[in-house]
C-alpha cells in the first residue's frame, strides 16, 4: 500500500497553485471560487498542513474530510474555520459528478500582524478546537 504524501502550503500562491488556480492578487488574502478549485485529479486521497486561515463556505463536496482521526462527510454542504498548522486530509469520491459551488477565504497570519484581530482570532473557539474537534456547521 503507498503512502499518501502530506503536502505543507507556506503561502497562498502555493495552495493556489496545487489547485490549478491563477495567482492570488494579494500575497496575504484570497477568495476563491470553489467551483474553480481543481485538486490533482490522478489522487483520491489528499493530505496537507496549510499555515494560514481557511474559512470555507462550500455545497455539493465530493470528498469526506479527516480532521485528526474523525472523517466528516457533507454532501448537502459545510461550513469550516481553519487555523494554520491544522491538519487536513480529503477522501475524494471519485465515483460522484457534482459541482462543488461556494467560497475559500485564505488569510495569512502576517495580513493581521500588529493588528488587534491577530489577538482577538486566537481567542475565537471557532478556529481553535483541537484537531479532533474542529468545528463544522
Not at 6 to 19: A, D, G, K, Y
Not at 69 to 88: E, I, R
Not at 108 to 113: A, E, Q, R, S, V
Amino acid at each position: 500500500m503507498e503512502k499518501t504524501k502530506t503536502f505543507r502550503f507556506n503561502s497562498l500562491s502555493e495552495f493556489h497553485e496545487f489547485c490549478n488556480l491563477p495567482k492570488p492578487e494579494h500575497p496575504l488574502v484570497s477568495l476563491i471560487d470553489y467551483s474553480k478549485v481543481n485538486y490533482p485529479s490522478n489522487d483520491s486521497e489528499l493530505k496537507w498542513i496549510q499555515n494560514f486561515y481557511s474559512i470555507g463556505l462550500k455545497r455539493n463536496v465530493n470528498a469526506r474530510f479527516n480532521y485528526g482521526q474523525q472523517p466528516y462527510d457533507f454532501d448537502s454542504g459545510v461550513l469550516t474555520f481553519v487555523s494554520p498548522l491544522q491538519f487536513l486530509k480529503l477522501e475524494i469520491k471519485q465515483d460522484i459528478e457534482v459541482e462543488p459551488k461556494g467560497w475559500l477565504l485564505l488569510i495569512h497570519p502576517d495580513f493581521l500582524w500588529k493588528t488587534p484581530l491577530l489577538k482577538k482570532i486566537k481567542s475565537y473557539d471557532f478556529f481553535q478546537y483541537a484537531v479532533h474537534e474542529a468545528l463544522f456547521l
